[in-house]
T-cell receptor
Framework: EPEVTQTPSHQVTQMGQEVILRCVPI?????FYWYRQILGQKVEFLVS????????KSEIFDDQFSVERPDGSNFTLKIRSTKLEDSAMYFC??????????FGPGTRLTVL | AQSVTQLGSHVSVSEGALVLLRCNYS??????LFWYVQYPNQGLQLLLK??????LVKGINGFEAEFKKSETSFHLTKPSAHMSDAAEYFC???????????FGQGTELSVKP
């Protein structure tokens, strides 16, 4: 059964550094999402992407964040200058028609 | 604005006992409702979803949930708990197709032998 995959599984970075989190959505899915879960807190929506553009973003998704679908298969989340509070589990999700979202295993980001 | 409230951050049941995880939502439009399960160190796996068809929804692993509009609830049940059901369970709502999911704070289910 097709799955959403994410790399790396764990990323450790220094504060102020740029990180790129990578996701390969399920083939033929059209809707893409990023969420994050800070330890002990709710899963929070960051951004949704459809038809090669951002369709919605949350207040968390400020100018430090960007998303790309560079080659038709990967879907990336970039954080330009990481802060301590960016430490979280980041989940990518994809959906074929927008009704059901399928999540990847997550990337644990640790900012030191 | 959408919101989801899960009553009880931690529920403990004995193996073989009924599982009941509570979820209440608020939404200005007929919602899409979901339950996801997260096993330790894994991602979110869809258990079941409600998208305005039958109000009683059956999911994987013997779980089901009933949409009650009058109570704005979508509680998750399983008649007989199994040790392998121990995990964190998240209720989520979306107001439109393709839209973001708003999650509850999660309920950790423990199953005692």
């Amino acid at each position: 059964e097709p799955e959403v995959t994410q790399t790396p599984s764990h990323q450790v970075t220094q504060m102020g550094q740029e990180v790129i989190l990578r996701c390969v959505p399920i083939s033929n899915h059209l809707y893409f999402y990023w969420y994050r879960q800070i330890l002990g807190q709710k899963v929070e929506f960051l951004v949704s992407f459809y038809n090669n553009e951002i369709s919605e973003k949350s207040e968390i998704f400020d100018d430090q964040f960007s998303v790309e679908r560079p080659d038709g298969s990967n879907f990336t989340l970039k954080i330009r200058s990481t802060k301590l509070e960016d430490s979280a589990m980041y989940f990518c999700a994809s959906s074929p028609t927008g009704d059901t979202q399928y999540f990847g295993p997550g990337t644990r980001l640790t900012v030191l | 604005a959408q919101s989801v409230t899960q009553l009880g951050s931690h529920v403990s049941v004995s193996e073989g006992a009924l599982v009941l995880l509570r979820c209440n939502y608020s939404s200005s439009v007929p919602p899409y409702l979901f339950w996801y399960v997260q096993y330790p160190n894994q991602g979110l796996q869809l258990l079941l979803k409600y998208t305005s068809a039958a109000t009683l929804v059956k999911g994987i692993n013997g779980f089901e949930a009933e949409f009650k509009k009058s109570e704005t609830s979508f509680h998750l049940t399983k008649p007989s708990a199994h040790m392998s059901d121990a995990a964190e369970y998240f209720c989520a709502v979306s107001e439109n197709q393709g839209g973001k999911l708003i999650f509850g704070q999660g309920t950790e289910l423990s199953v005692k032998p």
